[in-house]
C-alpha cells in the first residue's frame, strides 16, 4: 500500500486542521486537554471524533452509556494514527508520531502516565476495563506498515486490503466489545465483516484525497486493476492510472464490502442483544455503498462529500434511530 496512512475518517477525507508536527515535545504537551482532569480528556476525545469521524460519533452515542468512554476513547485513537501522516509535509516525521503513539500503548499498558488526553482516557478504561493490547497495538502497527511501504507501492491482492481495513477498522469493534464486557463468537466474526467493509469503502471514498495529495491511485489491488486494463507495470513498478474503467475497479471493490456486509446480517439472529449497539457501524457503511452505487461508483462524484457519506445528517440519523429500535444493524 501507498506511504500515507489515510484510511478512514478513513470518511470523508477530513481537514485535519494546520497542526504540525514540530517537535515530540510540542506534540505531547500542545493541546489544551494535555495535563488536564479526566473529563476534560474525555471531552478533546469526543470532540476529536465528533469533529473528523462523524459518521461513527453519531454511532456512539447509541451505545448505553457505560460502554461510551471506552469507545469514544479508541475512535480517537483511531483518529491519531489515521491522521499521522497527514497533518505533515515530511513522510519521516509522520511515521515518527506513529512510532510515538505504538510506544504510548505500552506505557498505558504498563501503567505509566503519558500527557495527551487520548492516552490519558485510553488508560482509563484499561485500568477499568479487560482490554486487549494486541487489538491497539495491531491498530498502529497496520499503519506503521502501511508508511513504510515504497511510495509506489499497492496491494496486489483484495485480500491485503481487507487486511489492512480489519486492522484498522474491526480492531475498534473487537475493543468496544469488550470494553462492554460482551464475550461471543459470533459478535466477533460481526465484527470482523463490518469492520472490513467499512475500511473498504471508506477506502474507496478518500481516493480524491490521495490522488490530488500524491497524483496516483494508491488502494485499488493490482490484480483488480489489472482485470479492469487500469494497471502499468514499469521498471518493476505497478501503478493504477487513471481510466474510464475506474468505476469497474471501484465497483469490484465495494462488491467485496457488499459482501462482508451481507455475511454480517446473516449472523444478526444469533448475535447478543446487547453486542448490536457495538455493530451499528454496519449502518453508515451500507450508507456509503448505496451513494456510491448512485453515482455509478464514480468516486470523484462531489455530491458524495455532501452531509454524511452523501445523505442529509437528519436522513442519517432517522436511518441510525430505525436500526437501532428495531435491533439491527
Avoid at 276 to 305: H, K, M, T, Y
Amino acid at each position: 500500500m501507498a506511504r500515507n496512512g489515510r484510511q478512514e475518517q478513513e470518511d470523508n477525507p477530513p481537514n485535519h486542521g494546520t497542526s504540525s508536527f514540530t517537535s515530540q515535545t510540542e506534540f505531547m504537551g500542545s493541546t489544551a486537554a494535555a495535563g488536564g482532569n479526566l473529563r476534560t480528556a474525555l471531552s478533546y476525545c469526543v470532540q476529536q471524533v465528533r469533529n473528523y469521524d462523524y459518521h461513527h460519533y453519531l454511532c456512539l452515542l447509541h451505545l448505553p452509556p457505560a460502554m461510551r468512554k471506552a469507545a469514544f476513547a479508541f475512535r480517537a485513537f483511531n483518529i491519531e494514527t489515521a491522521k499521522a501522516m497527514d497533518v505533515v509535509s515530511d513522510p519521516k516525521t509522520g511515521l515518527m508520531r506513529l512510532l510515538w503513539w505504538k510506544d504510548v500503548v505500552d506505557k498505558v499498558f504498563a501503567n505509566k502516565l503519558v500527557e495527551h488526553p487520548v492516552a490519558q482516557v485510553l488508560s482509563s478504561v484499561v485500568s477499568e476495563r479487560k482490554i486487549s493490547k494486541h487489538w491497539l497495538k495491531r491498530s498502529v502497527e497496520a499503519r506503521i506498515n502501511d508508511a513504510n511501504r515504497d511510495d509506489y507501492a499497492i496491494p496486489e491482492t483484495i485480500s491485503e486490503l481487507e487486511r489492512y481495513a480489519e486492522d484498522t477498522q474491526s480492531t475498534i469493534l473487537y475493543m468496544t466489545l469488550q470494553a462492554g464486557g460482551i464475550q461471543s463468537t459470533i459478535a466477533d466474526h460481526a465484527a470482523s465483516h463490518i469492520g472490513k467493509a467499512s475500511g473498504l469503502l471508506l477506502l474507496l471514498k478518500a481516493l480524491p484525497h490521495h490522488v490530488s495529495k500524491q497524483g496516483r491511485i494508491p488502494y485499488i489491488p493490482a490484480s483488480i486493476a489489472e482485470e479492469c486494463g487500469l494497471l502499468t507495470r514499469e521498471g518493476g513498478r505497478s501503478e493504477v492510472r487513471m481510466g474510464d474503467e475506474l468505476p469497474d475497479a471501484v465497483f469490484k471493490v465495494a462488491s467485496v464490502a457488499d459482501a462482508h456486509l451481507q455475511k454480517a446480517r446473516e449472523l444478526a439472529s444469533s448475535v447478543p442483544a446487547e453486542a448490536i449497539p457495538v455493530l451499528l457501524p454496519g449502518v453508515p457503511a451500507q450508507v456509503l455503498l448505496d451513494s456510491l452505487r448512485r453515482r455509478e461508483f464514480n468516486v470523484f462524484d462531489s455530491r458524495l462529500s455532501r452531509g454524511v457519506h452523501g445523505i442529509s445528517p437528519l436522513w442519517y440519523q432517522i436511518k441510525l434511530i430505525w436500526h437501532s429500535v428495531r435491533k439491527k444493524y
